[in-house]
């Protein structure tokens, strides 16, 4: 009886002594980990996967499948009439994002990476676009963005170090990208990454940036580095109409120095043919050049929120002289004087915004060549970096280029510039969603002109392509996509000097591709 006193006895005191203690634990965890969840650091990551067939193959195996620039060009792209082309490719980019409560929000760290590869092409190296061979244990790992957003006051941002380089008025942090592909610019100059510095304003009508780039460094000693300064602003004249304009300023001092491998970079490169722009015939005398872009831009329901038309549009002019050093003097060799414009128009039939018409229309001033002292034609940042422009919103896969990529960004048209002998061309998409926000798909026409004759026996004629597309929503942001497109090429690949340095005119290219992709937050 003694002993079962005692055990109760023992139980009474015990009892309120653990719930004194589970209480104590139980707020020693809630201060530890809060109800809400802890915002510093976000990841988010974007998937791609594709399986890829066609008659579009590179001619050279150094390249293994890295094939960026103009159909038929330096990058050693053939068509075929009896070769087929079958592989995988996948892309991985993960972004990670980190804004301390130690600083109120004000200072916001972004890294962003790219681990792409074509499966089962090489492993146990190092190098980038590769690594998903047998056994793997590839050094893969490729920078895209490291930079850092301070906000000191309301509407101001600053944006320093490696970052997004895009001809758009936006946010490229704070923006969609589908958004960005349809507004200033559309990344047909300007769409990579560079290291620099710009502050931006935004206000409640409207925004200015001014942006310092350094594009390439080279010898820390002298002045042989390529820098771009801009300055951008976009005013809201209403809730509907958006009008801005921009002045870019690229100083090149490299004379062809650093730049993309072996290609080199600048006006007289490698890199010239390989991306499909102009290249320059310099000869061997040092260049310094001065190229400037000046333009305005604007767009109505850009957001395609407030009825159902959207138009967006821009006019661009190059301008600059190139001088070369002969007799210990730096003479004018070239005056630049090129223009582009685009007007890009947009009719929502229904209810979603893939219920759509679009026509796109795009002209770049074209020239043959600069024994007269001028060149007329266009430049954009492909003049500098691979890629460095990128014009993938016209809804094209083989006459402009598709952004639907991993390792292969290849287009008779890779560049507004073609070549230098310009471009007058469009599309036309019609698109539908069969169940709003689960089952869409769209077909599309593209055709375009070269604005200056094919040296040789060719002629002015680019081609017209037929493309589809249809595709299901999986779940939020995840989509599975099936596409095709062909291209009749037209007399303008009847020389030699366009079509890869063949007699006749080569087969006319088409390509498919199934595709998964996940956006993920």
């Given at each position: 009886m003694k002993a079962l006193l005692s055990i109760l006895l023992f139980i009474v005191w015990l009892v309120p002594t653990t719930a004194q203690e589970e209480g104590r634990v139980h707020k020693v965890f809630d201060q530890a980990i809060p109800e809400r969840p802890n915002r510093?650091?976000?990841?988010?990551?974007?998937?791609?996967?594709?399986?890829?067939?066609?008659n579009i193959y590179p001619e050279n195996d150094l390249f293994k499948g890295q094939i960026i620039g103009r159909l038929f060009g330096q990058n050693t792209t053939k068509t075929s009439d009896s070769l087929r082309t079958f592989y995988v490719e996948q892309r991985f980019l993960p972004f990670f994002i980190y804004q301390p409560r130690l600083f109120n929000g004000k200072a916001i760290l972004r890294a962003s990476f790219e681990i792409d590869w074509t499966w089962g092409d090489v492993n146990y190296g190092v190098g980038g676009n590769f690594g998903s061979a047998f056994s793997a244990d590839q050094v893969n790992l490729q920078t895209q963005n490291v930079e850092l957003e301070l906000l000191p006051w309301k509407g101001w941002a600053i944006n320093l170090g490696?970052?997004?380089?895009?001809?758009?008025?936006?946010?490229?942090?704070?923006?969609?990208?589908?958004?960005?592909?349809?507004?200033?610019?559309?990344?047909?100059?300007?769409?990579?990454?560079?290291?620099?510095?710009?502050?931006?304003?935004?206000?409640d009508h409207g925004s200015w940036r001014l942006g310092f780039y350094q594009l390439y460094e080279n010898l820390v000693n002298k002045d042989d580095d390529v820098t771009l300064t801009e300055y951008t602003v976009n005013k809201h004249l209403n809730r509907l109409w958006n009008i801005g304009?921009?002045?870019?300023?690229?100083?090149d001092r490299a004379n062809g120095a650093g730049g993309v491998s072996i290609l080199g970079q600048g006006l007289n490169s490698a890199l010239a043919d390989y991306n499909g722009v102009y290249r320059f015939p310099l000869g061997a005398d040092p260049y310094r050049a001065d190229v400037f872009w000046l333009g305005s831009f604007f767009s109505r329901n850009e957001d395609m929120m407030w009825d159902q038309w959207s138009i967006t549009g821009f006019v661009n002019a190059n301008l600059g002289t190139v001088r070369q050093l002969q007799n210990d003097s730096w003479n004018k060799t070239v005056d630049i004087a090129g223009v582009?414009?685009?007007?890009?128009?947009?009719?929502?039939?229904?209810?979603?915004?893939?219920?759509?018409?679009?026509?796109d229309l795009l002209y770049a001033s074209g020239d043959n060549g600069i024994e007269d002292g001028t060149y007329s034609g266009v430049l954009t940042g492909n003049n500098w970096g691979s890629p460095g422009g990128i014009f993938i919103s016209s809804g094209a896969y083989l006459l402009f280029p598709h952004g639907n990529v991993v390792n292969r960004l290849v287009a008779a048209v890779n560049d507004i510039a073609n070549r230098g002998n310009g471009v007058t061309g469009g599309t036309l998409n019609l698109s539908r969603a069969f169940i709003p926000h689960r089952w869409y798909g769209k077909v599309g026409l593209a055709s375009g002109i070269s604005n200056v004759e094919s040296p040789g026996n060719g002629g002015f004629v680019l081609g017209t392509e037929l493309n589809a597309?249809?595709?299901?929503q999986l779940g939020p942001f995840m989509h599975l996509e099936a596409h095709g497109a062909w291209m009749s090429l037209g007399d303008y690949y009847d020389s030699p000097a366009t079509n890869g340095g063949l007699n006749e005119r080569p087969a006319n290219p088409w390509t498919a591709f199934l595709v998964f992709k996940w956006l993920m937050f």
């Open positions: 510093e650091f976000q990841f988010l990551a974007y998937f791609y996967n594709q399986a890829v067939t066609g490696l970052q997004r380089l895009f001809d758009t008025p936006y946010n490229p942090y704070r923006t969609y990208f589908d958004k960005m592909n349809r507004s200033g610019y559309r990344l047909a100059y300007w769409g990579s990454d560079a290291v620099g510095v710009n502050v931006r304003r935004d206000y304009g921009s002045l870019y300023w690229l100083r582009a414009a685009n007007l890009r128009l947009n009719y929502r039939y229904a209810q979603t915004e893939q219920d759509a018409i679009t026509l597309m249809t595709g299901m």
